[in-house]
Structure formats: structure tokens, C-alpha cells
């Protein structure tokens, strides 16, 4: 039993290496020079701080607080409209009954499959023809819609493992529906939403594609976009810099996970086993 468990103690601790070397490696370029960088050296032979520094201010006429500030503001704004409008969404499936309910919900289950591709053109038809095309509303509007079914998935099974005793309570006690919801089932969800908030950040943080087709202003620009202005074809790349600013892009994520990790773990678990 103890030779067992060694091994996978063993096999535990070379698949934690082999998901945290890119960090490694990640942190040991953004410390490299320009020459050093095409070398296989993890360790960099010498500390090169300047490049946060040069980083910060690289992009011509704007510094990174500016990307970052754009970043937090259309995360922040998507997670604020995920959670709510996934609740009500959510709620309305797991408590009320109306008709061709169990229609609509195989409806939702159905657009949870959709690859992103199918609804890109269609979708960018629309938001042109709103003028919205440059602005920061086709990657913020959208989510006060529940556009994302595996949020409102993922809440509905929180709330039916909720017991419907509480409700009937509510009830008597001469709660409407409204107050069942934000008095009683709603509170008790907070695991769930805690969870649709930080993978809502974390995908809006990390989205490339959606900003890049809906972004066309330098002064809009979000994190990721600004990292691809260091991939200049026409002149040298920096590529410490570029590594130094990517670097400070993963610290938000890995933050928002580390501090809300006990309810995220709630979150998941307990979704998973009621049904």
C-alpha cells in the first residue's frame, strides 16, 4: 500500500512540473535579454529588470495601465452581466414551470454545442448593422442576455439540489415569486455565482478573437491585443518586454483564482453531484 502510494506521489509531482515549467519558462524570458532569449537556459545568466520597464511604456502614446484598465473594465462589465442575467435565466428553469418548458431547455442544451465559428459572421452582420463595430458593447452587451448556456447549466443544477421546501416556506409566509428568488434560492447560490464569475473573467481576460474583430481603435485596445503590437513585421521584436507584459497579464487570473479558490471548488463540486 505505502509503495503505491509513493508512486503516485511520484506521478503527482511530474505532472504538477509539467504544468508549471511554461510558467518557469514564461518568467525566465521575461528576465532574458533579446540575445539570450533563443537559448534553451531556463535560468537566465543575467537579471534583466528593465524590461517591465520598457514594456510598460512600449506601446507609442500609451502605457499598459491604459490596456489593463481597458481589460478590467470589459471583464468586469461581463461578469456583472453573466451572473445576473444567468440567475434569472437559471431560475426560471429550475423553479418556475411554463409552457414548452422542457423544449426551451433542450433549445439551451442545443446552443451549448455551437462552435464559436458558426456564430461569428452572423453575429458580426448583426453588431454592424447596430453601428456597434469599434466599441466595446459587442464584447459587453451580449452577456447581460445569458448568452452562455454552460453558466445557466451550471447554476440550474445548483439551484435544484436547493430544497423546494424552502419555496413552499416562502410561500407562506406571503413571499411572491420575486422574493422566493432574491430572499431565499438566490443567496444560497452565491458558491455557484462565484464560480460563473471567475470563469467568466477568465475567459473574457483571456478572449484574443472576439476583441480583435470588434476593436479597431489603439485607445480601446485590451491586454492581449496590445501584446500582439509587439509583433512589429516591419522593425526588431523585443521579445523581453513582450514576455515581461505577458507575465503581468496572467497575474489578474491567477489572483481572482487564488482568493476565491474555497468557493470555486464549492461551486464545482456541488453542481457536479446534484442533479
Not at 504538477?16 to 535579454?33: D, H, Q
Not at 433542450?106 to 458558426?118: A, D, F, Y
Not at 459572421?121 to 442576455?145: A, E, R, S
Not at 464560480?195 to 476583441?211: E, K, L, N, R, V
Amino acid at each position: 500500500m505505502r509503495q503505491n502510494k509513493f508512486f503516485q506521489y511520484i506521478f503527482l509531482i511530474l505532472c504538477s512540473v509539467m504544468m508549471i515549467y511554461p510558467i518557469f519558462w514564461l518568467v525566465g524570458n521575461a528576465l532574458k535579454s533579446n540575445e539570450e532569449i533563443p537559448k534553451s537556459n531556463l535560468i537566465p545568466t543575467e537579471i534583466h529588470w528593465e524590461n517591465f520597464a520598457d514594456g510598460w511604456t512600449a506601446i507609442p502614446g500609451f502605457s499598459f495601465a491604459h490596456f489593463f484598465y481597458n481589460s478590467f473594465f470589459i471583464s468586469v462589465c461581463s461578469v456583472i452581466g453573466t451572473v445576473l442575467s444567468s440567475a434569472f435565466v437559471a431560475f426560471g428553469f429550475a423553479r418556475l414551470n411554463f409552457p414548452l418548458k422542457k423544449f426551451w431547455f433542450g433549445i439551451l442544451m442545443m446552443t451549448l454545442m455551437l462552435p464559436t465559428q458558426v456564430t461569428l459572421v452572423p453575429q458580426y452582420i448583426l453588431f454592424k448593422n447596430f453601428d456597434w463595430v469599434g466599441t466595446t458593447l459587442p464584447l459587453i452587451v451580449p452577456h447581460f442576455l445569458a448568452v452562455s448556456p454552460f453558466f445557466v447549466f451550471l447554476i440550474i443544477q445548483f439551484i435544484r439540489g436547493i430544497p423546494r421546501d424552502l419555496d413552499e416556506s416562502g410561500k407562506i409566509d406571503g413571499c411572491s415569486t420575486l422574493g422566493i428568488a432574491f430572499k431565499i434560492v438566490l443567496p444560497l447560490c452565491m458558491p455557484a455565482f462565484i464560480t460563473t464569475a471567475i470563469f467568466s473573467f477568465i475567459w473574457t481576460w483571456d478572449d484574443f478573437m472576439g476583441q480583435m474583430i470588434y476593436l479597431t481603435d489603439t485607445a480601446k485596445y485590451t491586454v492581449p491585443l496590445a501584446l500582439r503590437l509587439f509583433l512589429d513585421t516591419s522593425s526588431a521584436v523585443t521579445w523581453g518586454p513582450m514576455y515581461a507584459m505577458s507575465l503581468l497579464s496572467v497575474i489578474p487570473c491567477f489572483v481572482i483564482f487564488i482568493v476565491a479558490q474555497k468557493y470555486f471548488v464549492e461551486g464545482i463540486s456541488t453542481t457536479g453531484i446534484k442533479g
